[in-house]
């Protein structure tokens, strides 16, 4: 074992993306260490031990070991690092255990999140489908050789029960496994599940846990103690030994991208550590990105257990004279009121109005810092969604002082009030932005929700996620041509999920029925969304991205600026532009100027490429290089390698 260690000292800053050699014994690759770094003390990671330090350098000594992480996350944050063009720091930060900080007294740590009674160990394996048992025995024997499949299946197909014999195979050989939802609010009942089968040997890790929540589960992870980990996408770095298995449920969800530097994608970063590792990774979803179709090997669960599809109507609003409650949809919820079942409505947009025009001069309301109209709230003030603007609303246009105000469109808080109005007997739960701001109340509408009888759950597209309601018969798609509007390639695929999630909340223990209300009825995502056609959306999706060379027949690479000046994005963009296309054989796209936000004019240039890496590298030196004209202008640059968005 060496004297020596290359250690990165975890500090925000994108200039110090290079190791740092310090003296010490007994050092590993993995060690979590406290250095003195200029005046400073910082912690860092050890990379590498060396039997010798780099000529000329005179290594100081490493002050304390702190603890330590396996190597294999420490070669998984380099690698993202270079992809997602972040620095080592940035990325072993992710991976690194919470710091512990000094408290003045002893303090009783909170609760987790749910802290629920759950059972332990209690529940007995239901018997297999056909095509679980299938899917099963193909995972199964890929233990012994590492791999990636989708498995994809309507919902209430049995997924969670293939996830759950995978962990118990791979537990029986010694190994461990991560179980990854989209949100933390999915946590929850997917713990339920495990817990039941396996008891203790779960821990969670999301990023609602407080730092020592965080540092005791990582604790009994390490460990062994606990060997199936189930959380949110950092539950990806998690420190367990052994990895045989990860598990990625409902992996068409966006949310799975982290939105902030290092912006990784969980879903890739899973199929990295699993291909560094030798494991398995299974993706699931009713709805699978293309991506994945393309790019997986497929395990099919051709129908729901127990229950058949729920029968879907198209209901065209160019016919009907009630917005946002067509006559279909209300005689649907009349039933519901009489004791035919619960519902659950999605509409995705939140307020009362959409915006406000004025039919004399037609002034719309917009922010005063976003290219946003303005969305009117039942407290009678119009708010921006993006930076938290609001004014209040005098009833006459200040342009024309004409009092012919039109209120545009409808959300949430309209929904509702038209619910309360027009069906006094359902007890109604909204779930949105507005209603989820405290701790856990998202947890709390849902199982309020999952107790009542005759009940209506409304919502944005959070009631359209993988939750399993009991009693429910009628799902509902207020207006489904909201995310068909989206000046992006995904749009399709995004409405589709969407819908196509919707309608998996009705009929799992009951027959079903879904209405989708739309004024885009020959949409092809509308249409084949209500004919539960997954694969022939997909087949018709990938030959239309094949067609235009969107992924996966090429990976993106955005670069997007800002700044307060109008001019100063796109100009540094056509400079930058000019650059990769002498460097790199990418396709460019741009730059174009996006919507303002915040107060700051912002503009991209997007990148396709059969070599991301490369063409980030290049993009971050440009960069780079342009870091002082930058700051003297208040420029700042965002290099975003596979964005979920445009």
């Known amino acids: 074992m060496g004297r020596y260690a290359s250690v990165y000292p975890l500090v925000s800053t994108r200039e110090i993306t290079r190791p740092f050699t310090y003296l010490g014994d007994g050092l590993e690759k993995g060690s979590v260490v406290r250095v003195p770094f200029g005046r400073t003390r910082r912690r860092g990671i050890v990379a590498e031990v060396l039997d010798t330090a780099p000529d000329g350098v005179t290594?100081?000594?490493?002050?304390?070991?702190?603890?330590?992480?396996?190597?294999?996350?420490v070669d998984l944050a380099l690698w993202m690092a270079d992809y997602y063009g972040s620095t080592p720091a940035r990325a072993l930060a992710l991976v690194a255990p919470a710091e512990r900080k000094p408290r003045k007294k002893k303090l009783k740590?909170?609760?987790?999140?749910?802290?629920?009674?759950?059972?332990?160990?209690?529940?007995?394996?239901?018997?297999?489908?056909?095509?679980?048992?299938?899917?099963?025995e193909r995972i199964t024997k890929a233990?012994?050789?590492?791999?990636?499949?989708?498995?994809?299946?309507?919902?209430?197909?049995?997924?969670?029960?293939?996830?759950?014999?995978?962990?118990?195979?791979?537990?029986?050989?010694?190994?461990?496994?991560?179980?990854?939802?989209?949100?933390?609010?999915?946590?929850?009942?997917?713990?339920?599940?495990?817990?039941?089968?396996?008891?203790?040997?779960?821990?969670?890790?999301?990023?609602?846990?407080?730092?020592?929540?965080?540092?005791?589960?990582?604790?009994?992870?390490?460990t062994g103690e606990a060997n199936v980990v189930v959380g949110a996408r950092s539950a990806i770095f998690s420190p367990v030994a052994d990895l045989g298995l990860v598990c990625v449920d409902e992996e068409h969800d966006s949310s799975y991208k982290h939105e902030s530097d290092p912006r990784y994608d969980a879903r890739s970063v899973a199929m990295k550590r699993v291909a560094m590792e030798g494991?398995?990774?299974?993706?699931?979803?009713?709805?699978?990105?293309?991506?994945?179709?393309?790019?997986?090997?497929?395990?099919?669960?051709?129908?729901?257990?127990?229950?058949?599809?729920?029968?879907?109507?198209?209901?065209?609003?160019?016919?009907?004279?009630?917005?946002?409650?067509?006559?279909?949809?209300?005689?649907?919820l009349e039933r519901c009121a009489q004791g035919d079942g619960k519902a659950v409505l999605l509409l995705n947009r939140r307020g009362y109005a959409s915006a406000l025009h004025c039919r004399a001069c037609g002034r719309v309301w917009r922010c005063q810092a976003c290219d946003v109209a303005l969305v009117l709230h039942q407290d009678r003030a119009l708010h921006c969604h993006h930076c938290g603007y609001s004014e209040l609303t005098t009833g006459s246009c200040p342009d024309c002082q004409s009092t012919e105000i039109a209120r545009l469109g409808a959300g949430t808080e309209r929904l509702e009030a038209e619910l309360q109005e027009r069906l006094p007997g359902l007890e109604l739960f909204r779930l949105d932005a507005e209603t989820t701001t405290e701790r856990d109340s998202h947890a709390e509408i849902l199982g309020k929700f999952e107790a009542a009888e005759?009940?209506?759950?409304?919502?944005?597209?959070?009631?359209?996620?993988?939750?399993?309601?009991?009693?429910?018969?009628?799902?509902?798609?207020?207006?489904?041509?909201?995310?068909?509007?989206?000046?992006?390639?995904?749009?399709?695929e995004r409405t589709f999920q969407l819908l196509t999630q919707l309608a998996g909340r009705s009929g799992r223990d009951r027959p079903g029925r879904v209405l989708i209300q739309t004024f885009e009825p020959e949409a092809r995502p509308v249409i084949l969304a209500a004919q539960h056609a997954v694969e022939e959306f997909l087949g018709s999706e990938l030959a239309r991205r094949r067609e235009l060379t969107y992924p996966p027949y090429c990976h993106l690479?955005?670069?997007?600026?800002?700044?307060?000046?109008?001019?100063?994005?796109?100009?540094?963009?056509?400079?930058?532009?000019?650059?990769?296309?002498?460097a790199t054989d990418a396709t460019i796209l741009?730059?174009?100027?996006?919507?303002?936000?915040?107060?700051?004019?912002r503009a991209q240039i997007v990148m396709k490429t059969g070599e991301p890496r490369a063409v980030a590298r290049v993009a971050r030196r440009v960069i780079a290089a342009a870091t002082p004209a930058f700051r003297r202008d208040d420029v700042t640059a965002v290099v975003d390698v596979d964005p979920q968005s445009l």
């Open 59 to 73: 290594p100081v000594s490493v002050e304390d070991v702190e603890g330590a992480i396996p190597p294999s996350l």
């Open 109 to 136: 740590e909170p609760a987790e999140p749910d802290d629920a009674p759950i059972p332990s160990g209690a529940e007995v394996a239901p018997s297999l489908t056909s095509g679980q048992h299938a899917a099963l």
């Open 143 to 222: 233990f012994d050789s590492g791999g990636g499949f989708l498995l994809a299946g309507p919902t209430g197909s049995g997924k969670t029960e293939v996830y759950l014999r995978a962990c118990a195979a791979a537990h029986e050989r010694g190994k461990s496994a991560i179980v990854l939802v989209p949100e933390i609010a999915l946590t929850p009942q997917t713990e339920r599940r495990f817990r039941a089968r396996f008891g203790d040997r779960v821990a969670v890790l999301h990023s609602g846990l407080t730092a020592a929540q965080r540092r005791d589960t990582r604790a009994r992870i390490a």
């Open 279 to 332: 494991a398995v990774a299974v993706f699931g979803s009713a709805t699978p990105r293309p991506e994945a179709w393309e790019r997986l090997e497929h395990l099919t669960l051709d129908a729901r257990i127990g229950a058949p599809m729920p029968s879907v109507r198209i209901v065209d609003l160019r016919g009907e004279q009630g917005y946002p409650l067509s006559a279909p949809l209300l005689e649907g």
């Open 454 to 492: 005759r009940a209506v759950l409304f919502g944005t597209q959070m009631v359209a996620k993988g939750h399993h309601f009991s009693g429910v018969s009628l799902a509902a798609v207020i207006d489904a041509g909201t995310e068909l509007a989206a000046p992006d390639f995904r749009a399709d």
């Open 557 to 582: 690479v955005r670069i997007l600026l800002s700044a307060p000046g109008e001019h100063a994005p796109l100009a540094a963009l056509a400079e930058i532009r000019d650059i990769l296309a002498d």
């Open 590 to 601: 741009g730059p174009a100027s996006l919507l303002r936000l915040r107060g700051r004019h």
